[in-house]
């Protein structure tokens, strides 16, 4: 089901996220609770102000299906481009590792990955002439949280944020993790002035994929999937 969507751009000053799939906007109803944190792990991570219950119970309800929940997770975490999203979770689209917390009224379910990365965050729902919206703050979404035991996603994007990309923002340029696929390989796209760069080979060879290597025992080589057909922002030509 698609969600209706509003923008809130946030400050990033203020260590704020901009929800990706932000609901509808609805008044709230008042109803007070508290979560049950019974055998849950880390279910300090995040605190869903009882304003956003009501808003979110009152959502779900209307639902044809029963037993909707919301799953929460968080897009590219530990990098500038991190972004909290909340997303209906019906029966069965949860995923494993993902931690459940009961709520009165529904369940949310926490991405075990993005769980360091909520730490401290809120979810909050508040009322402005348009009716109200959620907004969220998640002050360590962005943070590295990178150790040995960390995922290899992670790994990835924190070498690429922290060693590659301030090297090719030289040239107006930046590559980002897209996927790993199943033999190892790291799936990576280039933007700004390295899309379509007649020397992306050379980037890719001698600089990006010696230096993931290096660092990332587990990976087997880079795949550059980027379109070079468009030159228009391209360094060199």
């Known amino acids: 089901m698609q969600l209706n969507q509003k923008t809130h751009d946030m400050s990033r000053t203020h260590g704020e996220d901009q929800i990706a799939l ?14 049950n944190y019974s055998g849950i792990r880390k279910a300090k991570m995040i605190e869903i102000s009882e304003a956003a219950q009501s808003y979110l119970r009152d959502l779900l309800g ?57 730490e401290e965050a809120m979810v909050d729902y508040q009322e402005d002439r348009m009716g109200g919206q959620l907004t969220i703050k998640a002050p360590n979404a962005r943070v ?17 944020y922290n060693e590659v990309n301030p090297g090719l923002a030289a040239h ?30 050379i980037t890719l060879k001698n600089g990006v994929e010696k230096t993931l290597l290096e660092q990332i025992p587990e990976l087997k080589g880079i795949r550059d999937a980027t379109d070079h057909t468009v030159t228009e922002h391209a360094y060199y030509r």
């Open 22 to 35: 932000v609901i509808a906007c609805r008044n709230a109803n008042g109803y007070h609770s508290r979560p």
């Open 62 to 118: 209307k639902q044809e299906e029963a037993d909707v929940g919301i799953r929460v997770f968080v897009a590219q975490p530990g990098t500038p481009h991190a972004e909290t999203c909340i997303a209906y979770c019906r029966p069965g689209e949860e995923q494993a590792g993902d931690v459940p917390v009961a709520y009165d009224g529904f369940t949310a379910w926490f991405e075990e990955r993005s769980t360091p990365y909520l």
């Open 144 to 160: 590295p949280k990178v150790g040995p035991d960390a995922p290899v996603e992670d790994r990835i994007n924190y070498v690429l």
């Open 172 to 201: 107006g340029g930046m590559v980002t993790l897209v996927e790993i696929v199943d033999d190892g390989i790291a799936v990576l796209q280039f933007g700004g002035g390295c899309q379509g760069c007649a020397a992306v080979d």
